[in-house]
């Protein structure tokens, strides 16, 4: 029983170093997203792009190498430009210190 213990404690710990990496970048993206915002505010250009966004979620989707996950990696990515659209939308709708 003790080993099954240690060994949930060590998935846990893993998990935990790879959400502290996956937070890091999380972060990094959205610094981008915003540069992106401002551009897009800049040349009057619209927040949803579909065809971008579909390229980006079909790349992303080809690196998968266990296809299992697709599905779950698919709905992941979803989430991730809806929440970058609704970023770049609540910064330009801001509009202060938006534009540097």
Do not use: G, T, W
Not at 63 to 89: C, F, G, T, W
């Amino acid at each position: 029983m003790e080993f099954l213990s240690d060994k949930l404690a060590q998935c846990r710990e893993e998990i935990d170093i790879i959400d502290r990496e996956l937070m890091k970048l999380f972060e990094e993206r959205m610094n981008v997203v915003l540069d992106v915002a401002r551009y897009k505010k800049e040349n009057n250009m619209e927040i949803f792009h579909k065809d971008r966004e579909n390229q980006v979620i079909e790349k992303n989707l080809s690196r998968v190498k266990n296809k299992e996950l697709l599905p779950y990696a698919e709905e992941m990515l979803h989430a991730l430009m809806d929440i970058s659209k609704e970023y770049q939308q609540y910064k330009i709708e801001m509009r202060e210190n938006f534009i540097k």
